[in-house]
């Protein structure tokens, strides 16, 4: 009786270790997306928790007259969907600088923003982790950077996981 009672308590802790989170301490990669531009970010994942890590960005975007670069810190919660995926949302902000030159007008400034982050991921068997998001970001102080203070970021990601 003993034995079956010992079994069964293991079996079931195996069954809850297969459903928990699968956060790597860190990850490191590329985020590719569209926000005024196409650009790229150089990201970095830190896991704090089995639910909850910090990202950070640094990234680039241009447009026909426009370049941009910011940098990007998030807090984000992770729920795990099933056999590798997960989702998250999170909460940030960050600052950047933006230079417009065009028909030898040439401007430029410095902005504030706030932003959230919502996406799915697939963490493969081998470190690799693909991600998509969605990520508004409102702006502050923007010095003309933009005809309204809103901007949907859309981007893929890849990063590996150590």
């Known amino acids: 009786m003993k034995n079956l009672f010992l079994s069964a308590f293991m079996l079931l802790g195996l069954a809850f270790t297969v459903q928990a989170q699968d956060i790597s301490k860190n990850a490191l990669g590329l985020r590719l997306g569209d926000n005024d531009g196409f650009g790229g970010e150089i990201s970095y994942q830190r896991g704090l928790t089995s639910k909850n890590r910090l990202e ?21 919660w992770v729920w795990n969907i099933d056999n590798g995926f997960n989702w998250y949302a999170g909460v940030g902000g960050g600052l950047g600088s933006w230079s417009y030159d065009h028909n030898n007008y040439k401007d430029d400034g410095t902005f504030l923003f706030a932003a959230g982050d919502i996406g799915i991921e697939y963490n493969f068997d081998v470190p690799i982790q693909l991600s998509l998001d969605f990520r508004p970001e409102l702006y502050f102080n923007s010095d003309d950077f933009r005809d309204d203070n809103f901007g949907p970021d859309i ?8």
């Open 56 to 76: 950070f960005d640094l990234g680039w975007r241009n447009s026909n007259h426009v370049d941009a670069v910011k940098l990007t810190g998030l807090y984000q």
């Open 155 to 162: 981007a893929l990601g890849i990063r590996y996981r150590f």
